[in-house]
């Protein structure tokens, strides 16, 4: 098939507006939009504006009334419990409109917030689609977060009603939510009236009297009374949800999104860009607390008519590498998008791919990969393990949708290992100099995109217009700033290299150093701290930590290795990942007092580095290269030399000979000409 990327891109280039307006007739609307566009509203501007739609609607409704209402919707397949339920859109229909009566008879309406703090079980997605029908604006948090993280969420959204279950269920342990979510009210000020809880099995819970609803009991009598909620009309431009995503000063950004806009896009995406068609089985193996789930997992398949799986389970452990295989071979999956970290989970455990040759995988069609960067291994290996398309691509929270992409739906375009494909529709990528001038072709610089955005990404952030524009919109005038680096070639393929802030990609999750950094510092033990993002093989990175004890303290470092790692688990939850602290006697700074985390995390990913010019004491960098060679992470040889040939640095290693005393390191490891 010949592509048509270009001849669509071109269309949109000459006259976005009508671009948009055509896409938009796959979606529903209740009354049609005054303008497409309106430079004049909102921050950057508005889609749609004018327009009443209902999201839950388009998803479920009229699916039903158009001759779906028998075909599957949505598959729950529960590795982790070994349980397996289907829900035709008839049925789906029943459990939303239920849920949609219980949020009305609770005083939830039009505006409202409601935070849904839930496993991957299928009322996760009946909750979404309930707060849609009725106009309402959920904000799903992933259950893996902390009280404290839940807390911050719900004094920033200010939610009537919270949805949670009794438990989640890990690969053999039962996480108790109550405990969680109790402790995160007790924490908030701004308290929810009620909460609604979901009893599993496995761990059930005690309800608080007054507060607390059970969900099962209340969905069933709505059932009972044959409770029929109509779908409420909103704005295109109303919010649908906000969806936190991790601040460069450690504080959650609420991303918003619109209802008009957003169908637009994600009905259109799932065709032109993942090739996908209405009636076929798409599974988006991520979670509903993460944008990935809230796109792909719940609104996009359901608008386009599709069918979708949730799962909950892990690509490893559940039982074995050969999981992934099998949901796709049992629910005849054509398409699977999932974040490279699981792929190199998967090769790490069966690097020869035996466990594919178990399933019949004929009628899988591409594996698209995103969320962090895909390593070019990993995605040649399984181009040859599963003998299927394999993309990466690249968007983020705030977009919604992909930025670039591989769009099999246009026809395939090569492959080029490394780029996340070429600018979609509404993109008009380009490389900047931190001074705002363009850069040649492959040259690195911060990439930004031309405003105005297009429908789907976010409008704004909850509450601050102002935090949003400086964010995104004032740092490059006239362009929204991605924060990341990279590079396009002269083909237009874009290269997404790393982040220009201090947020880290650990498995996929984006988490903020800086939100690290404070918990470290709370410790009465410690005057200083700095954490860094190291490379890692399966999770893409891993986060590592320094810290400066006060003076006087005696305590055995390692114990307080132990609390802050648990500090960081508790506060923030397993999926930081802080498994490295490094004791040090003192952080490198520039004269003016910034710490040079850039060049530390150069060292400490073998990464070529020169001495900054602005480094206040060169010594410190030698104590930096001590700690992490006396921890086996090592540095560039190489870049250590070139470094200690401008500033003398005494770098100890192996056991003195020639070297400086108290040396930590194994023989042999430091590098430097003339020590050992």
């Not at 591409?366 to 003998?387: N, S, V």
């Not at 529709?425 to 955005?453: S, W």
């Amino acid at each position: 098939m010949t592509s048509s990327y270009h001849e669509v891109y071109r269309r949109w280039q000459e006259d976005p507006e009508t671009f948009w307006a055509e896409a938009a007739r796959g979606i529903d609307w209740f009354s049609p939009w005054e303008k497409v566009f309106d430079a004049n509203a909102g921050v950057y501007g508005r889609w749609f504006v004018g327009a009443t739609c209902n999201t839950c609607f388009n998803a479920v409704d009229r699916h039903v009334a158009n001759g779906r209402a028998d075909q599957v919707a949505l598959i729950f397949d529960s590795a982790t419990t070994g349980t397996k339920r289907s829900f035709t859109y008839r049925e789906l229909l029943a459990e939303v409109t239920a849920l949609a009566a219980v949020l009305q008879d609770n005083g939830i309406g039009k505006g409202d917030r409601v935070i849904i703090y839930l496993p991957m079980i299928p009322e996760a997605m009946f909750a979404m689609l309930a707060c849609a029908r009725i106009g309402a604006v959920h904000s799903v948090v992933f259950g893996g977060f902390a009280p404290k993280e839940l807390a911050t969420r719900i004094d920033d959204a200010k939610p009537k009603l919270l949805i949670s279950a009794s438990c989640g269920i890990e690969p053999g342990r039962v996480i108790a939510y109550k405990p969680l979510f109790d402790q995160a009210i007790d924490i908030a000020s701004a308290k929810p009236d009620t909460v609604i809880i979901v009893q599993r099995n496995q761990l059930k819970c005690d309800l608080v009297d007054g507060r607390d609803i059970d969900y099962a009991h209340a969905v069933s009598d709505a059932k009972a009374a044959a409770r029929a909620v109509a779908c409420v009309p909103v704005l295109a431009t109303d919010p649908l949800y906000i969806l936190y995503t991790s601040g460069t000063t450690g504080k959650p950004k609420g991303v918003v999104r619109d209802n008009g806009g957003h169908m637009v896009v994600l009905h259109w995406s799932m065709e032109a860009e993942y090739g996908v068609r209405s009636g076929e089985v798409y599974w988006a193996a991520s979670d509903v607390g993460w944008v990935v789930g809230h796109s792909y997992i719940v609104y996009a398949p359901l608008l386009k008519g599709c069918t979708t799986v949730l799962f909950e389970g892990k690509p490893i452990g559940t039982p074995d590498a050969g999981c992934f295989w099998r949901v796709i071979a049992e629910h005849n999956v054509v398409v699977l998008f999932t974040a490279p970290t699981a792929f190199r989970a998967i090769k790490k455990e069966d690097p020869e791919g035996k466990l594919v040759r178990n399933y019949d995988l004929s009628k899988f069609r591409a594996l698209f990969l995103g969320g962090e960067r895909a390593d070019p291994d990993t995605l040649k290996w399984a181009e040859r393990k599963l003998g299927a398309t394999v993309i990466d691509h690249w968007w983020q929270t705030e977009t919604g949708s992909p930025i670039t992409i591989n769009p099999i739906g246009m026809g395939k375009l090569p492959v080029k290992y490394g780029s996340p494909g070429v600018p979609m529709p509404g993109y008009r990528i380009e490389i900047l100099d931190d001074d705002g001038g363009a850069v040649p072709a492959g040259t690195l610089g911060n990439v930004v995109a031309k405003l105005p955005l297009p429908p789907a990404c976010l409008p704004t952030l909850w509450n601050a217009d102002s935090d949003f524009e400086d964010l995104y919109l004032r740092p490059f005038p006239g362009y929204y700033k991605t924060a990341d680096a990279g590079f396009v070639d002269e083909d237009g393929y874009v290269y997404i290299m790393a982040r220009t802030d201090d947020i880290i990609n650990v498995a996929g999750h984006r988490l903020s150093t800086g939100g690290m950094e404070e918990i470290l510092a709370e410790h009465p033990d410690i005057a200083e701290c700095a954490v860094i993002g190291i490379a890692d093989p399966v999770k893409g990175q891993v986060p590592c930590g320094f810290i400066v004890l006060k003076t006087g303290v005696s305590r055995d470092t390692g114990d307080i290795e132990k609390e802050v790692i648990q500090s960081v688990r508790e506060r923030i939850g397993a999926i930081a990942a802080l498994r490295t602290v490094l004791p040090v006697k003192r952080l490198p700074k520039t004269r003016s007092g910034k710490i040079l985390r850039g060049t530390m995390q150069k060292m400490a990913n073998r990464e070529d580095w020169a001495m900054p010019a602005t480094v206040d004491d060169p010594a410190i960098l030698a104590e930096i290269a001590a700690a992490l060679i006396a921890r086996g992470i090592g540095i560039n040889r190489d870049a250590l030399t070139t470094a200690s040939a401008d500033f003398p640095l005494q770098i100890p290693c192996a056991d003195g000979g020639g070297c400086a005393d108290g040396c930590t390191a194994p023989p042999g490891t430091c590098g430097i000409e003339g020590h050992r």
